[in-house]
């Protein structure tokens, strides 16, 4: 493991600012096992030392995993000049990390979104060769007719000519359905029923593998997901 600033280390792990981190460990509020450091360009090993500051132990975790609850109206990017996005919602002591956005959701779907810091894991979940399922649940401004349900198991042709891979349709009544698929095509659900004549009024994604959005997880909150929810993405 590469020698990190004290600084950089503190303001990473525990979500402060880099200059707030600073002035604390000058005014001697960190220390290195067991001696105060208030050189803040001291170089440390984050694996090995043990770093305390203003009292508690910082935790050394390499990476995070977020689950949030997407509401309608925010942006699913990293970055948005004029609109509000996911990152705006995740709790303020994560923010000095390098987060981003696993997958995109459009920006008036609803639910879960997983945000992380860690590239290959995100890679891997939005690679086409891990087949991951998605599962959503669609309002319609239509029936479906019982053909669907074939259509969208055989592969259903979008108007560009792309055959989507199987997906899987379930009738739920009163225009609403649910839907699973395991890739991510831009737009993918909107344009598979707009092949059938249906537009989506509502769109909620409920799982990512076997990840499943908790129903005690409000609209516009998040939290931190731990190993077993992790591997149960795969
Ligand atoms: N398909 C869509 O059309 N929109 C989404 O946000 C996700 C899947």
Known sequence: MEKQRIDKFISNQIGISRSKARTGIKMGKASVNGFTQKDFSYQINPEIDRINYDGNEVLYEKFVYI?????SGVISASTDGKHKTVLDLVSGDLRGR??????RLDKDTTGLIIITDDG??????????????????AELDGDIKASLIEEFKEGIVLADGYKCKPAILEDLKERKVRIIITEGKYHQ?????????????????????????????SVGESVKLNKTEIKSIF
């Open 98 to 103: 390098n987060l981003s956005v696993v997958g």
């Open 67 to 71: 689950m949030l609850n997407k509401p």
């Open 120 to 137: 290959d894991f995100a890679h891997k979940c939005i690679s086409p060769k891990s087949e991951i399922e998605k599962s959503y649940i």
């Open 189 to 217: 659900i909107k344009r598979m029923f707009g092949v059938a004549g249906l537009g989506v009024n509502r769109l909620h994604r409920e799982r990512i593998g076997g990840l499943r959005l908790p129903d005690n997880l």
